[in-house]
């Protein structure tokens, strides 16, 4: 059965979102030698907080990353009313970072499997290489 993704609420995107990006920063840290549980969950953080997502879909909006679709799903995540509350950060980053995990969403439900690719890896390095803090 497939799923029309025009159909979703943005927390319904994020909450697919957040499970399609997830597994490949976990593969990431594996392959980069962490094995440690304590030290995957450290620096897991650096890509999946809420603060690192927010920061990581701003940089992507300033370098035009997105398409215009990926822009409208972002803004359909941020602005989706959630009934949870951010655990670690303000709701503004929170809200931004359910956007972004919308985006992967979006594509997951769209079977885009390389721009999906294409995106997290574009996010790794963002952080592999300081571009990107999770910390504001």
């Not at 593969?27 to 603060?51: C, D, M, N, P, R």
Request: one cysteine or more; a neutral charge.
């Amino acid at each position: 059965m497939q799923v029309d993704y025009q159909q979703l609420n943005g927390i319904a995107l994020a909450y697919l979102g957040d499970a399609v990006y997830e597994p490949f920063i976990r593969q990431h840290l594996i392959e980069s030698g962490f094995t440690k549980a304590t030290k995957l969950h450290h620096h897991a953080t650096h890509y999946v907080s809420a603060k690192a997502q927010a920061a990581l879909i701003e940089r992507m909006q300033a370098e035009e990353v997105l398409t215009p679709t990926e822009v409208d799903v972002f803004k359909r995540g941020r602005n989706a009313k959630s009934h949870t509350s951010a655990k670690h950060t303000d709701v503004v980053t929170y809200r931004i970072s359910t956007g972004f995990e919308a985006v992967f969403g979006y594509l997951q439900l769209t079977q885009q499997a390389d721009r999906i690719a294409e995106l997290a890896q574009w996010c790794i390095k963002q952080v592999d290489e300081g571009r990107v803090s999770s910390v504001k």
